[in-house]
């Protein structure tokens, strides 16, 4: 198998295509920044505003150079506009797992089931392309709005790491950790997703 940080992965659903984030995304992820500001009250980085979120998007690429993470941008298929995005990160090819996050979209995307085909693309390319055995989500432990999203498209609930990174506000936040194994992929989760 080619470099999986060389690829140039595209995923997609009737309704959405998620692709690699390029630069020239930087324009439409700044319109959020701008007018969506709070989307990023719970994140680890700040991305709300022009500065925050060129910082966001220049990190990203960086990090795919660096083989840390793989940053998608998400896109509605029916508009062609983009509406957010979403990444693997630490990932251990070696070891079998990853993590997936950094996930946000616009505030008209939301609670259309646009995580849910996008979580489906992620975790059926994890599972069944690159053949991984755990995929691994984390959130600010009072972030309910993500805990909910996790949840519903199967996940389990591992556990909170107690004052584990710190926050926006110069404090401390609790990570809750949760999982989808591949036995779970195969025996549920990818029936109530797909």
Known sequence: MNNFFTRNIVLETDDVMLR????????AYIAFAE????????SLVAAHGKENMTAYVNQALKDREQEKSYSFTV??????????????????LAF?????????????YRGTGVNRQCKFLLLQF??????LERVEFRA?????RSIAAMKKIGCTVEGIMRSH??????????????????????????????
């Open 35 to 42: 007018t969506e500001p709070e989307t990023w009250i719970y």
């Open 165 to 194: 990174m710190p926050n926006q506000n110069g404090g401390r936040r609790d990570s809750i950790v949760l999982s989808i194994l591949k036995d779970e992929w195969e025996s549920t989760v990818r029936t109530m997703l797909g």
């Open 96 to 108: 079998g797992y990853t993590q997936l996050g950094y996930t946000w979209y616009g505030k008209a």
């Open 140 to 144: 600010d432990a009072s972030n309910a």
């Open 126 to 131: 994890a599972f069944e392309d690159l053949g």
């Open 20 to 27: 690699p984030l390029e630069l020239s995304d930087l324009e």
């Open 75 to 92: 896109i509605d298929k029916s508009t062609g506009r983009i509406i957010g995005s979403t990444r693997f990160y630490d990932i251990n």
